[in-house]
């Protein structure tokens, strides 16, 4: 299956997605680029959260993993493809630039 190019699509779309929003972090300074350690561990504790959040639902039978054309097969646990942990970290930052990034704004009164 890893030989089949659409089979990297899903997890080439969230690195993609992912180095887009590193780019408006560092512009802006608004996360990682602000504070490095701070954010590393916020998005450790963040991530490690939802996939022990995962890991019980899918011990509960609720998470289900189905195959996809676009998701390499790499499975880091039953039911836990690779790309679940790309999307975690994305999340987990994507989040903290838009809160980070609405309080800059509203401080500011709009004009940055």
Excluded: K, N
């Amino acid at each position: 299956m890893l030989s089949d190019p659409t089979s990297f699509l899903y997890l080439g779309s969230l690195l993609i997605s992912t180095g887009c929003m590193l780019l408006l972090d560092w512009r802006f300074r608004l996360f990682v680029f602000r504070a490095p350690v701070r954010a590393g561990l916020v998005l450790v504790a963040g991530t490690a959260f939802f996939l022990l959040w995962d890991l019980a639902g899918i011990a509960l039978g609720i998470f289900l993993h189905g195959p996809g054309p676009y998701m390499t097969g790499i499975m880091l646990a039953p039911e836990l493809p690779l790309e679940e942990l790309f999307f975690l970290l994305f999340l987990c930052h994507l989040t903290m630039v838009l809160v980070l990034g609405a309080q800059r704004l509203l401080e500011s009164g709009g004009s940055t």
